[in-house]
C-alpha cells in the first residue's frame, strides 16, 4: 500500500467522480481506476461501488476512507514540520474563510499578508462553515477563519473581531424614517436571510430570538420572505423592493446602490453582533503563519471592536 493509492481513495470519496479524481491527482483517470481496484483486491474488500448512477463508498470503504485521510494528514505533518524547521513564513498558507466574511475581509488582508510574508504564497478557500471544518480535520486547509460559536476538538480558535449587525432597507420603506430600529419591529416585516447552511442565518437567530419564534411556521421550521446565496443578493434584492434584510457591520458600506435605494439603520439598543475568528489544529507547527494572520486583521482595523 502506497500514499498515491491512499490519494487516490481520498480525492475519488470526495469527488465522487473518477474523472475529477483523476484530475485532482494529476493522472489519468486509467491510472486510477487501475490502482484503487489493485487496492481494492490486496485488501479483499470492496472500497466503492460503481454503478451507472454514479460513484458510492461503501460502509468498510468510509472507514478505510477516515484512515487514509488520517495517515496523510501525518504524512503532511512531516513535511510541515520540515518546511517549520527552515522558514514558516515560506510555505504555502492553505486560508478557509466563510462565504459572510471573505468578501469583505480578504481584499483587506491579502494585500497585508503579501507585503508582511512576500515568499509565503496564499491559498484561499470559501466555504460553508461545515465544509471547512471538515477540510480543516482532513488537513486540506491550514487554517479557517468562521464566527463563533466554533468548537472542534483538538482545535484553537482565537478572536480577531466584533461586528455589530445593521438592517439594510429600501429608502421608501416607512422604517427609513427612524435613526434606529427595535429588533421587535422586524418581526412583521418581509425578512430576506440567506439559505439554509449559512452560519450568518444561524448568528441573527441566535442574536435575535424574538425574529427566530415569530418566524417559525406551524411545524417549527424557520421561514422567510425569500432566502439568498449571498450578502451581495440579499442586497439586490432589498434594492429591488423585495424586503428587508440584516447584514454584519462589514457587508453593509458598499456604495453598489445610492440613498434612493437603500439605506441602512441601526438597531436601537444594543446591537446584536458577531464575533469573527480564527481556528487552526492545535498540531499545526507554524505559529507565525497564523501570528501572521491575525496581525493583518488587526491592522485592517475590521469590525466594530478588535477582539
Not at 67 to 76: D, F, G, K
Not at 133 to 155: H, M, N, S, Y
Amino acid at each position: 500500500m502506497t500514499l498515491t493509492e491512499l490519494r487516490y481513495i481520498v480525492a475519488l470519496a470526495q469527488d465522487r467522480h473518477f474523472g475529477k479524481a483523476a484530475d485532482r491527482c494529476y493522472v489519468a483517470q486509467p491510472t486510477l481506476s487501475v490502482a484503487i481496484r489493485k487496492l481494492e483486491d490486496r485488501l479483499g474488500v470492496a472500497i466503492f461501488e460503481r454503478g451507472k448512477t454514479g460513484v458510492q463508498i461503501t460502509p468498510i470503504g468510509q472507514r478505510i476512507v477516515e484512515q487514509a485521510q488520517r495517515v496523510l494528514e501525518e504524512c503532511h505533518k512531516i513535511e510541515d514540520l520540515a518546511h517549520a524547521g527552515k522558514n514558516q513564513l515560506s510555505s504555502p498558507l492553505k486560508l478557509g474563510v466563510i462565504y459572510t466574511v471573505g468578501p469583505y475581509l480578504l481584499p483587506h488582508i491579502i494585500p497585508q499578508l503579501r507585503r508582511m510574508a512576500p515568499d509565503m504564497p496564499l491559498e484561499i478557500e470559501e466555504n460553508f462553515t461545515s465544509n471547512l471544518r471538515q477540510r480543516l480535520r482532513d488537513g486540506i486547509l491550514d487554517a479557517i477563519i468562521i464566527a463563533l460559536p466554533f468548537k472542534e476538538p483538538d482545535v484553537l480558535t482565537k478572536p480577531l473581531f466584533d461586528e455589530d449587525f445593521e438592517i439594510l432597507l429600501p429608502s421608501d420603506h416607512l422604517l427609513s424614517q427612524e435613526k434606529s430600529i427595535p429588533a421587535e419591529r422586524l418581526i412583521q416585516e418581509p425578512l430576506l436571510l440567506l439559505g439554509e447552511g449559512h452560519c450568518f442565518r444561524d448568528n441573527i437567530f441566535l442574536a435575535c430570538p424574538n425574529i427566530a419564534s415569530a418566524s417559525r411556521d406551524p411545524k417549527g421550521r424557520i421561514r422567510t420572505m425569500a432566502d439568498g446565496s449571498s450578502l451581495e443578493t440579499l442586497r439586490h434584492m432589498v434594492a429591488s423592493n423585495l424586503g428587508i434584510t440584516i447584514l454584519p457591520q462589514s457587508a453593509t458600506g458598499s456604495s453598489l446602490y445610492n440613498t434612493d435605494q437603500v439605506v441602512v439603520r441601526p438597531f436601537k439598543g444594543k446591537a446584536p453582533r458577531r464575533t469573527v475568528a480564527l481556528a487552526w489544529r492545535a498540531s499545526f507547527p507554524r505559529p507565525k503563519a497564523i501570528d501572521l494572520i491575525e496581525s493583518s486583521v488587526r491592522q485592517c482595523k475590521i469590525g466594530a471592536d478588535a477582539a
